[in-house]
Protein backbone atom coordinates (compact mmCIF):
# COMPACT_ATOMS: atom_id res chain seq x y z
CA UNK A 1 0.00 0.00 0.00
CA UNK A 2 2.85 2.62 0.72
CA UNK A 3 4.67 2.36 -2.18
CA UNK A 4 1.43 2.90 -4.43
CA UNK A 5 1.18 6.41 -2.60
CA UNK A 6 3.01 9.18 -4.67
CA UNK A 7 3.84 12.82 -4.26
CA UNK A 8 0.82 15.02 -5.68
CA UNK A 9 -1.93 12.61 -5.11
CA UNK A 10 -5.29 14.17 -4.18
CA UNK A 11 -7.22 12.76 -0.83
CA UNK A 12 -9.28 11.13 -3.18
CA UNK A 13 -6.92 9.60 -4.91
CA UNK A 14 -5.42 8.01 -1.49
CA UNK A 15 -8.35 6.92 -0.30
CA UNK A 16 -8.92 4.98 -3.05
CA UNK A 17 -5.68 3.87 -2.54
CA UNK A 18 -5.24 2.64 0.68
CA UNK A 19 -8.64 2.52 2.14
CA UNK A 20 -8.61 -1.28 3.26
CA UNK A 21 -6.39 -0.63 6.49
CA UNK A 22 -6.73 -1.64 10.14
CA UNK A 23 -6.75 1.67 11.38
CA UNK A 24 -7.19 4.83 9.79
CA UNK A 25 -6.70 8.14 11.69
CA UNK A 26 -6.59 11.76 9.90
CA UNK A 27 -5.18 15.49 11.46
CA UNK A 28 -4.13 18.81 10.62
CA UNK A 29 -2.34 21.69 12.00
CA UNK A 30 -5.13 23.58 11.67
CA UNK A 31 -5.07 25.90 15.04
CA UNK A 32 -7.67 25.12 17.28
CA UNK A 33 -8.67 25.61 21.52
CA UNK A 34 -7.70 22.98 22.77
CA UNK A 35 -10.18 22.91 26.25
CA UNK A 36 -13.48 23.75 23.32
CA UNK A 37 -15.64 21.04 22.74
CA UNK A 38 -14.12 17.83 21.73
CA UNK A 39 -16.10 17.88 18.31
CA UNK A 40 -14.06 20.78 17.28
CA UNK A 41 -10.65 19.10 17.43
CA UNK A 42 -8.90 18.80 13.78
CA UNK A 43 -9.09 15.12 13.58
CA UNK A 44 -11.16 12.09 13.02
CA UNK A 45 -10.87 8.24 12.28
CA UNK A 46 -12.61 6.30 9.69
CA UNK A 47 -13.32 3.12 8.84
CA UNK A 48 -14.00 1.58 5.39
CA UNK A 49 -16.76 -1.32 4.51
CA UNK A 50 -16.24 -3.94 2.29
CA UNK A 51 -20.06 -2.13 1.02
CA UNK A 52 -18.05 0.67 -0.57
CA UNK A 53 -19.05 3.11 3.04
CA UNK A 54 -16.88 4.47 5.36
CA UNK A 55 -17.89 4.54 9.18
CA UNK A 56 -16.88 7.21 11.60
CA UNK A 57 -17.83 8.09 15.06
CA UNK A 58 -19.94 11.36 15.42
CA UNK A 59 -19.05 13.25 18.03
CA UNK A 60 -22.00 15.64 18.58
CA UNK A 61 -24.68 12.86 17.62
CA UNK A 62 -22.73 10.06 19.77
CA UNK A 63 -22.90 7.67 17.34
CA UNK A 64 -21.42 5.54 14.66
CA UNK A 65 -22.15 6.99 11.01
CA UNK A 66 -22.10 5.45 7.70
CA UNK A 67 -20.52 7.71 4.81
CA UNK A 68 -20.40 7.59 1.56
CA UNK A 69 -17.14 8.39 -0.05
CA UNK A 70 -18.04 11.81 -0.86
CA UNK A 71 -19.61 12.24 2.46
CA UNK A 72 -15.94 10.78 4.21
CA UNK A 73 -13.98 13.23 1.93
CA UNK A 74 -16.45 15.93 2.49
CA UNK A 75 -16.18 15.79 6.48
CA UNK A 76 -12.57 15.29 6.06
CA UNK A 77 -12.40 18.82 4.46
CA UNK A 78 -14.77 20.24 7.18
CA UNK A 79 -12.68 18.43 10.34
CA UNK A 80 -9.04 18.73 8.95
CA UNK A 81 -9.88 22.56 7.09
CA UNK A 82 -8.17 23.24 3.79
CA UNK A 83 -4.94 25.15 3.79
CA UNK A 84 -3.25 23.36 6.68
CA UNK A 85 -1.16 20.21 6.69
CA UNK A 86 -2.93 17.08 6.76
CA UNK A 87 -1.53 13.75 7.93
CA UNK A 88 -3.08 10.31 7.31
CA UNK A 89 -1.80 7.24 9.52
CA UNK A 90 -2.58 3.99 8.08
CA UNK A 91 -2.25 1.01 10.53
CA UNK A 92 -2.12 -2.59 9.38
CA UNK A 93 -1.83 -5.22 11.96
CA UNK A 94 -0.68 -8.84 10.91
CA UNK A 95 -0.88 -12.22 12.15
CA UNK A 96 2.14 -12.08 14.55
CA UNK A 97 0.29 -9.26 16.00
CA UNK A 98 2.47 -6.44 14.76
CA UNK A 99 1.58 -3.31 13.78
CA UNK A 100 2.44 -1.56 10.59
CA UNK A 101 2.16 1.67 10.21
CA UNK A 102 3.26 4.96 7.81
CA UNK A 103 1.85 8.14 7.42
CA UNK A 104 0.64 10.19 4.35
CA UNK A 105 1.58 13.84 4.90
CA UNK A 106 -0.56 16.64 2.47
CA UNK A 107 0.67 20.13 2.07
CA UNK A 108 -1.60 23.09 2.54
CA UNK A 109 -2.28 22.68 -1.21
CA UNK A 110 -4.40 19.29 -0.42
CA UNK A 111 -1.92 17.15 -2.32
CA UNK A 112 0.66 14.65 -0.95
CA UNK A 113 3.84 16.39 -0.01
CA UNK A 114 5.28 13.46 1.61
CA UNK A 115 5.31 9.71 2.03
CA UNK A 116 6.81 8.56 5.54
CA UNK A 117 8.68 5.33 6.20
CA UNK A 118 6.89 2.16 7.37
CA UNK A 119 7.84 0.87 10.38
CA UNK A 120 6.78 -1.46 12.53
CA UNK A 121 5.63 -1.97 15.81
CA UNK A 122 3.54 -4.02 18.81
Partial sequence: MHDS????????QVLD??????????????????KADGDNIPAMGLSWRRDGTYGTYDLAARRDISLTESEAIERLHTKLHDGYKWHFHYTYINMTPMHVSFTVVFGPDGRVAEVKPVYGWD
Fill in 5 to 12: IHIGMTVQ
Fill in 17 to 34: TAKDCDVFQAGSEFPYDK
